[in-house]
């Protein structure tokens, strides 16, 4: 039997929607924040030892990493070939994206968001140095390194339907954390192709199901 670890408003929601596309039966570990840190309870590290979500275990095997847990359910769950592309014209379009959800595009709309979040909590007068601080830092380098990533991909899927061919395939359950984050948090009014997708993906009925499955998310979009 499949179990998903499921840590609220995190990546392990990318894995429920997945889940419920391939009509899997699995069970589901609720996992709740820390409503002060907002950091993952230390249940989760009985489970894995990085303590974070997604962790999938299935029968005495665990597994951590989106991609991994992607990549596993999609060879051992799809059984249709629902999400399959063709390895010899789409093989490293689909290898490019499925590394650069996490590889080029987390990492600098994590910084983004984490340094004006800490921004916000530092008082006056220390507020102002510490303010310029941060705008200088993410001007120099996470501001154009994020830019330019969501740049291409919103270049990219202007001209596609999607990110690889025609259909969902496990690059869609990859990427979608990311941008539906960025649409969540409003700084995606200059990316209308991006916002069209995740609106796309969100009104799925394999995505809703995992909503309510899932509880509260902060990063679904009204349909």
């Not at 995190?10 to 589901?28: G, H, K």
């Not at 010899?88 to 590394?99: K, N, P, R, T, V």
Request: proline share 4%; glycine share 6%.
């Amino acid at each position: 039997m499949i179990t998903l670890h499921h840590l609220n408003n995190s990546r392990s929601q990318r894995i429920l929607w997945l889940l419920e596309e391939l009509s899997a039966e699995y069970d589901i570990e609720f996992h709740e924040r820390d409503k002060k840190t907002n950091l993952a309870p230390s249940s989760l590290k009985a489970v894995h030892p990085l303590g974070r979500a997604p962790v999938l275990t299935v029968g005495e095997h665990t597994l951590a990493e989106s991609a991994a847990i992607i990549e596993y359910l999609i060879s051992h769950y799809d059984q249709v070939g629902a999400f399959s592309y063709d390895v010899a014209s789409e093989g490293q379009d689909y290898l490019f994206w499925m590394h650069f959800a996490e590889g080029s595009l987390m990492p600098a709309l994590v910084a983004n968001m984490v340094l004006e979040k800490a921004k916000g909590k530092v008082v006056f007068p220390l507020n102002v140095f510490i303010g310029k601080f941060v705008d200088a830092v993410k001007a120099a380098y996470f501001g154009p390194n994020l830019k330019s990533s969501l740049d291409f991909v919103e270049q990219h899927l202007s001209a596609n339907h999607g990110f690889v061919g025609s259909g969902l395939t496990g690059v869609d359950f990859q990427m979608i954390f990311p941008l539906e984050a960025l649409v969540a948090s409003n700084r995606a009014e200059r990316y209308p192709a991006i916002t069209a997708y995740v609106k796309r993906m969100h009104q799925r009925e394999a995505y809703q199901r995992a909503l309510k499955k899932g509880g509260e998310y902060a990063y679904a979009t009204p349909i």
